[in-house]
């Protein structure tokens, strides 16, 4: 059974940081994408960044770029995204996920199979 647990999510004020954890158990081999999403309330679940199994393709939603980092740790099976210089509109409820289809990693919801639950990230002003 496939599994995608985050964390690290919280409360945090206009330019804080947070660091997500995505911890992933059950992928049935490798190599696989793994990527963020978020949702705000009242709208659609968006991109926001993805990794490559080796890291070496990264991309980002132009609205993080710069303030956000993926990273993962294979090792670990983990996917980590820093977020810096958080801003209100950046709350919203983070979502990781997984796949293993294509090359490289999808930009849309339909590009990945497997979900965690998500973990909430409130930014007050």
């Known amino acids: 059974q496939v599994r995608l647990v985050e964390s690290g999510g919280g409360l945090v004020q206009a330019g804080g940081s947070l660091r997500l954890s995505c911890a992933a158990s059950?992928?049935?081999?490798?190599?696989?994408?793994m990527g963020w999403f978020r949702q705000a309330p009242g709208k659609e679940r968006e991109f926001v960044a993805a990794?490559?199994?080796?890291?070496?393709?990264?991309p980002y939603a132009d609205s993080v770029k710069g303030r956000f980092t993926i990273s993962r740790d294979n090792t670990k099976s983990t996917v980590y995204l820093q977020m810096n210089s958080l801003k209100p509109e950046d709350t919203a409820v983070y979502y990781c996920?997984?796949?293993?289809?294509?090359?490289?990693?999808?930009?849309?919801?339909?590009?990945?199979?497997?979900w965690g639950q998500g973990t909430q990230v409130t930014v007050s002003s």
């Open positions: 996920a997984a796949d293993f289809r294509g090359s490289h990693p999808g930009l849309g919801r339909q590009d990945y199979v497997y």
């Open positions: 059950g992928l049935p081999g490798n190599p696989y994408h």
């Open positions: 990794s490559s199994f080796s890291g070496t393709y990264t």
